[in-house]
């Protein structure tokens, strides 16, 4: 079984949808999870932070972790064309030296 | 503006040609890694560096070698390139290993022919 598991998509929906992008581990020592978003051509952008379990809203995004069942998620309200990229998850532990590991991301599409 | 700044952008090289790809920080982080981006594998470390003189390896580092002599400079050096190693490859530097999000750079494509 691999640490992080992502569904890869694509993921297509129309503007003004309701996304939800998901991540799998395995890794119980995980506290620190994050939401990534990537466009065509650049580097990662943090979008999301949270630590241990719980909700996290910012905007339209809301992040959500569920460490009993290994199982956190990205909520996107009223997505817009410009929402449009490739998300990723990392998460790590408390470990010094451990590597954010990442799921291989999803790839968004939001049509106008 | 804090950044991550990678150079160069685009490389093509031949196999066996040393090169080195640049990366700095102007945030004062204490850690920087560099990752490698390929399609269907996702992003996979190959080197970190905790602080200055203190560097580790990642998942896949074979073929590649790192230096931290300057605590915003962290360069990837690719002794002698080969086409297994054309690849995106991204720097990122956080302000400690854990408990913070990783700033990334705008990447760096390399084709090894």
């Known amino acids: 079984q691999k640490e992080v598991e992502q569904d890869p998509g694509p993921l297509s929906v129309p503007e003004g949808a309701i996304v939800s992008l998901n991540c799998t581990y395995s890794n119980s020592a995980f506290q620190y999870f994050m939401w990534y978003r990537q466009y065509s051509r650049k580097g990662p952008e943090l979008l999301m932070y949270t630590y241990s379990s719980g909700n996290k809203e910012d905007g339209r995004f809301t992040a959500q972790v569920d460490k009993s069942s290994k199982y956190i998620s990205l909520f996107i309200r009223d997505s817009q064309p410009s929402d449009s990229a490739t998300y990723l998850c990392a998460m790590n532990g408390n470990q010094a030296g451990t590597a954010l590991i990442f799921g291989k991301g999803t790839t968004l599409s939001v049509s106008s | 503006e804090a950044q991550v700044t990678q150079n160069p952008r685009y490389l093509i090289t031949v196999t066996g040609k040393k090169l080195t790809v640049t990366c700095s920080q102007n945030m004062n982080h204490e850690y920087m890694s560099w990752y490698r981006q390929d399609p269907g594998l996702g992003l996979r470390q190959i080197y970190y560096?905790?602080?200055?003189?203190?560097?580790d390896k990642g998942d896949v580092p074979e073929g590649y070698k790192v230096s931290r002599k300057e605590k915003r400079n962290f360069p990837l050096i690719l002794e002698s390139p080969s086409p297994n190693q054309t690849s995106l490859y991204f720097c990122?530097?956080?302000?400690?290993?854990?408990?913070?999000?990783?700033?990334f750079g705008s990447g760096t494509r390399l084709t090894v022919v």
């Open positions: 990122a530097s956080s302000l400690r290993a854990t408990g913070y999000g990783y700033t």
């Open positions: 560096s905790m602080n200055v003189e203190v560097t």
